[in-house]
C-alpha cells in the first residue's frame, strides 16, 4: 500500500493554463506539506495543512492555492501557468506529536513541466 | 536568516567510508534528519537527532553537536546503491523545517 501518493506523476501543459496535483496519504497523519524542488534540487516548502488549516504559507505566488477536503487529501491548484513554475512538487505528510512537527514522508513527486 | 550549508558534491570509492556534513544557523533548535534522495524519487528519511552524539543505524550513523551547529552523516562499507542526494534539515523554534540544498555523492567502483 502507497502511504503518500500523488497524480499525474507527470503533467505537461501550456502556459496560462489552470491544472491541479492530487496528494493522499493513508497514514493517519495530521499535516500535510506541499515542496517545490526546483532545477538546483533545492526543496522548498510552500503549504501546510494541519486539520484543515493552513499553518505555514511561504511567500508563493498566489496562483497557488492548496485544497484539503478532509485530513488525508491536500491537494494543489495552479492558474496560470509560468514557465518557472516548470519543476517537481512533493507532496509529505508527517504526525504532530504534542505540537511538535515528526518525520515527514514523501509522495513519489509530480513532474510538471510547462510550454 | 536562517542556513544550512552542505557540500554541493562528493565522489568516493565503492567499500570505502564517506562522511557528509552539514553546518547550520537557525533561530532556535529542535531536531535535525537527514534524508535520502535518490535521482527522479521522493527524500526517504534516514535519521534524526536532537541529542549531541553519535546515532547510529547499520552502516549509517549520524553525529550532532548542538554547540557548534554542525552534524555529519557517515557511511560506511559503500554500495554503489548508495549513489544520491543526502539532504540535512533543521527544525527550528517554531517547529519548522528548514532544508539544505543536498549533497549529491558518486559511489565508483
Known amino acids: 500500500d502507497t502511504a503518500v501518493s500523488q497524480t499525474p506523476k507527470y503533467l505537461v501543459t501550456q502556459m496560462g493554463n489552470d491544472k491541479s496535483i492530487k496528494c493522499e496519504q493513508n497514514?493517519?497523519?495530521?499535516?500535510m506539506y506541499w515542496y517545490k524542488q526546483d532545477s538546483k534540487k533545492f526543496l522548498k516548502i510552500m503549504f501546510s495543512?494541519?486539520?484543515?488549516?493552513?499553518?505555514i504559507n511561504e511567500t508563493v505566488p498566489n496562483r497557488f492555492s492548496p485544497k484539503s477536503p478532509d485530513k488525508a487529501h491536500l491537494n494543489l491548484h495552479i492558474n496560470s501557468l509560468e514557465l518557472g513554475d516548470s519543476a517537481v512538487y512533493f507532496c509529505?505528510?508527517?504526525?504532530?506529536?504534542?505540537?511538535?512537527?515528526?518525520?515527514?514522508?514523501f509522495g513519489p513527486g509530480t513532474r510538471l513541466l510547462v510550454l | 536568516g536562517q542556513n544550512i550549508d552542505q557540500p554541493t558534491e562528493m565522489t568516493a570509492t565503492e567499500g570505502a567510508i564517506v562522511q557528509i556534513n552539514c553546518t547550520y544557523q537557525?533561530?532556535?533548535?529542535?531536531?535535525l534528519f537527514w534524508y535520502q534522495q535518490h535521482a527522479g524519487e521522493a527524500p526517504t528519511f534516514l535519521s534524526y537527532?536532537?541529542l549531541d552524539g553519535l546515532e547510529e543505524k547499520g552502516r549509517f550513523s549520524s553525529f550532532l553537536s548542538r554547540s557548534k551547529g554542525y552534524s555529519y552523516l557517515l557511511l560506511k562499507e559503500l554500495q554503489m546503491k548508495d549513489s544520491a542526494s543526502y539532504l540535512c534539515?533543521?527544525?527550528?523554534?517554531?517547529?519548522?523545517?528548514?532544508w539544505g540544498a543536498g549533497t549529491k555523492l558518486i559511489i565508483k567502483p
Open positions: 537527532n536532537v
Open positions: 509529505a505528510s508527517s504526525q504532530d506529536a504534542g505540537g511538535h512537527v515528526e518525520t515527514q514522508y
Open positions: 537557525t533561530s532556535g533548535f529542535n531536531g
Open positions: 497514514l493517519g497523519h495530521d499535516t
Open positions: 495543512y494541519n486539520n484543515k488549516e493552513l499553518i
Open positions: 534539515a533543521v527544525k527550528d523554534s517554531n517547529y519548522q523545517l528548514i
